[in-house]
């Protein structure tokens, strides 16, 4: 009888760490990585690309999960970031305040063309930070295991 109360507690034991690794396992699980591409110079597509971040952040905050989002910009799509040409800067600052979460990457290898045109330094908001190239960041990002949007 004796063997059987401890067999019966180690059973229930078990369970409880094996309820528990799961749930751990699960919420690990909730952590998503969004990453969102800009190559268009069009106010349009820019308010698209910040909609899409501003929504994916709700709707993975109202399930209690956690998201990184990242859009990544280059080509013509570099204008969101410059701080001469934007229409949507003022709203870039905005969300950059009220998400932690989000974050900007502009293509050293457009603003060097960029500058070298125009004849001046193009400049980037500061909420934007430099990749080398704004496709191997996108490449990168996927083979990380990110989500990838274009809308």
Same mark, same amino acid.
């Given at each position: 009888m004796h063997k &059987? !109360? &401890?067999i019966s507690l180690l059973i229930i034991v078990f369970t409880f760490v094996l309820g528990t690794l799961s749930a751990s =396992? @699960? +919420? +690990?699980g909730n952590n998503h990585k969004i990453a969102i591409h800009l190559d268009e110079n069009d106010k349009g597509r820019m308010n698209l690309v910040l909609n899409n971040a501003q929504? =994916?952040?709700a709707y993975y905050q109202s399930k209690g999960d956690t998201v990184e989002i990242e859009v990544v910009t280059y080509g013509p799509g570099l204008h969101m &970031?410059?701080?001469?040409t934007s229409p949507v800067k003022a709203r870039i600052a905005a969300m950059s305040l009220q998400m932690e979460n989000l974050?900007?990457?502009g293509c050293q290898n457009t603003?060097? !063309?960029m500058t070298k045109k125009a004849g001046k330094k193009i400049t980037l908001v500061s909420e934007a930070k430099m =990749?080398?190239?704004g496709v191997v960041r996108l490449i990168e990002l996927q083979e990380s295991?990110?989500? @990838?949007i274009r809308p």
């Open positions: &059987l !109360k &401890l =396992v @699960y +919420a +690990a929504n =994916v952040n &970031l410059r701080t001469d974050t900007f990457a603003q060097d !063309k =990749v080398p190239s295991g990110w989500a @990838y």
